[in-house]
């Protein structure tokens, strides 16, 4: 399933744009909920050295999951940006199935990379909605943002999506309000 969830993503985005219907309004709301998604995504990506240290810093001191909490704001701000309800309990049946699996994959990984060290973590941090006050284990030593690390896992992909699918969504309001 995870090898799956970037195509799968695209073809349901190309659904989402073929079915949705966006004015002005839904746009503005859409992008208000979309764009703290990728903010997110994008803090998240700059603290996180895959299988090589546990990310415990950044937004990972307040959820487990960033990226995907990053990535559900910017699906439900598109899904609101499409103008139709019905395409949010797609969104909403497709996120639950495709990454709800994979963060307990995930989960289980760490464990055994990690150890004890991600026993604590998982008992201190929640696992999607982030809790109100930092989780610090005394290990990390106040790692910061690296904005190669952005660079690195090619996080400005997310940006350009984002960009292009609004531009979209706003060209086909635009043409929709002319007929």
Not at 22 to 34: D, E, Q, S
Request: glycine share 10%.
């Amino acid at each position: 399933m995870q090898r799956w969830r970037v195509p799968l993503g695209f073809v349901c985005a190309a659904i989402f744009f073929l079915l949705s219907r966006p004015r002005p309004l839904t746009l503005a709301i859409g992008g208000a909920i979309a764009l703290p998604g990728l903010a997110l995504r994008a803090w998240a990506t700059g603290h996180l050295r895959k299988n090589d240290a546990l990310a415990v810093t950044g937004p990972y001191a307040y959820t487990r999951n960033p990226l995907y909490l990053g990535s559900f704001l910017i699906g439900l701000g598109f899904t609101i940006a499409s103008g139709r309800f019905v395409l949010g309990i797609v969104f909403a049946a497709l996120f639950l199935g495709i990454y709800v699996p994979v963060m307990r994959v995930e989960s289980a990984t760490l464990a055994e990379l990690f150890g004890e060290r991600y026993q604590r973590y998982l008992k201190a941090v929640p696992l999607f909605l982030p809790r109100f006050s930092a989780y610090g284990d005394g290990a990390t030593g106040g790692a910061r943002f690296d904005a190669s690390l952005y660079k690195r896992y090619r996080e400005y992909e997310a940006a350009v999506g984002l960009v292009v699918a609004w531009a979209l969504l706003a060209l086909k309001a635009f043409i929709s309000s002319k007929f």
